[in-house]
């Protein structure tokens, strides 16, 4: 019985802090996303919910909520890296030579990260 709660709960918690599952919304798997943001190091420089050396995934959905080329605009951030918008401290790039995430990975961060306006708790 524990086992088959676990990942119930955790899955329950993930919704939380989605809000109301907004996961869906996005079309992308929220918890394949938060996995993928940890494993890239995103969550270094990121939380959900608050800043830390760059803006919080909240505050960014907000500022391009909205907007019709809002997930062109973020995949090509993190593709390109980007700075200029949010403070002084750039973001670096994952695509082109870098070579750390595929187009495809970082247009489904990008539709997540967009997911995120009413995120609340830390990953
Ligand atoms: C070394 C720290 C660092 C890491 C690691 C990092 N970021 Fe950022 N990120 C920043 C900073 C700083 C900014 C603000 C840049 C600016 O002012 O334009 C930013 C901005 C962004 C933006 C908003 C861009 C815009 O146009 O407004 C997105 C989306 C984003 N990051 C996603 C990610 C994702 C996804 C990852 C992991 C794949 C990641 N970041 C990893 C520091 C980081």
């Known amino acids: ?10 899955s329950a918690l993930v919704g ?8 869906h919304a996005a079309g992308v798997d ?6 993928l943001a940890r494993s ?5 420089c990121h939380a959900l919910d608050h800043a ?5 995934y909240a505050e960014i959905a907000r500022r391009y909520q909205g907007r019709p080329d809002a997930v062109h605009t973020l995949q090509q951030a993190i593709l390109n ?9 750039p973001m670096p790039a994952y695509g082109g030579s870098q070579d750390l995430l595929t187009a495809a ?14 995120a609340r708790a830390a990953p």
Request: contains cysteine; charged residues 15%; positive net charge.
């Open 1 to 10: 019985m524990k086992s088959t709660l676990r990942p119930l709960l955790a």
């Open 52 to 56: 830390k050396v760059g803006p919080s």
């Open 105 to 118: 990975q970082a247009r489904d961060l990008a539709r997540w990260v967009l997911s995120q306006a009413g």
């Open 81 to 89: 890296g980007h700075s200029g918008t949010w403070g002084l401290v």
């Open 30 to 35: 929220a918890t394949k996303m938060l996995d």
């Open 16 to 23: 939380a802090a989605l809000l109301g599952g907004q996961a």
């Open 40 to 44: 890239s190091g995103c969550l270094a």
